[in-house]
């Protein structure tokens, strides 16, 4: 696998510093049930990393002296962690808000069968995976069956109570591009989610959050591989919102690997960048026990063009303040001329 590090590192991008810490995402491990193009941590079924309780421990210990209010977990598939149920539970006895990045496909599993029923009982923000509402274009992205698999999930979510309407259970759904694009704007995209998924399959959920690839680890190697990356990146440079700075993702949280590490962000962790403001290899976070984040820099590279492009993206999809870009939102077939995309 290329690594598109060297091609990122070097930047222009505006200095960041951060506000109060509101949310800690930790990924749990590297191994999933699937092996999506899309991966920026390059995820598979044969991937064996995964955090240890007592770095888990240490999490909950720093969210509560922080005064930490959401746990958002990410992997991998974070439920093939064997401490999953576990750590959830005692989140939530700690207070805490906690945010499941779920792929929908592990929820049919063997061995998950009660991690729906389990995620209910906890009332567990569920964020989905599903990078459209048509079954060709996610099993392409996906593998075959992922979309028939991804579509029980929803329907047995749905049976327990999850984006029902007046339900406090929350099922939100992310969209991926196939390609080196960007999303289309995430309100008309939610609206035709939510028209296709009810009409066709009788689904409902909450929100629709519209999330631009990031140029990093699988595909990252994939657009190095078929000589897309600059084109790529001369996209993100050139649909670049300033308004968007003002509501990046890592301005407000902190990313903790699998094996303690803290960084500023899930991009950063995956490209090795360590906290900004701290040395230059990561630190971890039994090293950050009473030290306050705020106003301290972020450490940026060129990939943080993938989060404030167009309308903005972010791991809660469009940043609030910003706009869709009129430039254009793919890059063509020959490299060269961008094309518009339509909705999936």
């Not at 309407?165 to 969209?175: A, D, H």
């Not at 990252?220 to 990356?229: I, P, T, V």
């Not at 407000?252 to 991009?267: A, E, H, I, P």
């Amino acid at each position: 696998m290329r690594d598109t590090f060297p091609l990122l590192v070097k930047t222009e991008f505006p200095a960041l510093r951060r506000r109060k810490l509101e949310t800690i995402q930790a990924n749990l491990g590297y191994r999933c049930n699937q092996s999506c193009v899309h991966c920026h941590v390059a995820a598979s079924p044969k991937r064996t990393e995964e955090m240890g309780w007592e770095t888990m421990l240490d999490l909950l210990d720093f969210a509560r002296r922080h005064r930490v209010q959401t746990l958002d977990l990410t992997g991998g598939a974070p439920e093939m962690n064997r401490h999953f149920r576990r750590l959830v539970g005692a989140a939530r006895a700690h207070g805490l808000h906690v945010v499941d990045r779920c792929n929908l496909t592990i929820l049919g599993e063997p061995g998950y069968e009660t991690l729906a029923e389990f995620l209910a009982s906890q009332q567990v923000e569920i964020v989905a995976s599903l990078p459209c509402y048509l079954e060709e274009n996610v099993d392409a992205q996906r593998g075959d069956g992922s979309f028939q698999a991804s579509l029980n999930g929803l329907r047995r979510l749905n049976a327990l109570g999850y984006g029902l309407p007046g339900s406090q259970l929350i099922l939100n759904l992310v969209y991926n591009p196939q390609g080196p694009s960007l999303p289309p704007e995430q309100s008309r995209l939610e609206a035709a989610y939510k028209e296709q998924l009810a009409s066709r399959y009788g689904v409902v959920f909450n929100r629709l959050f519209a999330l631009a690839n990031m140029p990093i680890r699988r595909f990252g190697s994939q657009l190095l591989a078929r000589d897309e990356f600059h084109d790529y990146m001369r996209l993100l440079k050139q649909a670049y919102q300033p308004a968007n700075l003002d509501g990046a993702m890592c301005r407000s949280l902190l990313s903790v690997s699998w094996q303690g590490y803290v960084f500023d962000c899930d991009f950063n962790q995956m490209l090795g960048l360590a906290l900004g403001g701290s040395a230059t290899t990561p630190i971890q976070l039994a090293d950050l026990p009473d030290v306050d984040l705020a106003e301290r820099p972020i450490r940026v590279a060129d990939h943080c063009y993938g989060c404030t492009a167009g309308q903005g993206s972010s791991c809660g999809g469009a940043l609030e303040h910003g706009q869709a870009s009129a430039l254009p939102q793919t890059v063509s077939a020959d490299g060269n001329r961008p094309f518009s995309q339509e909705l999936p």
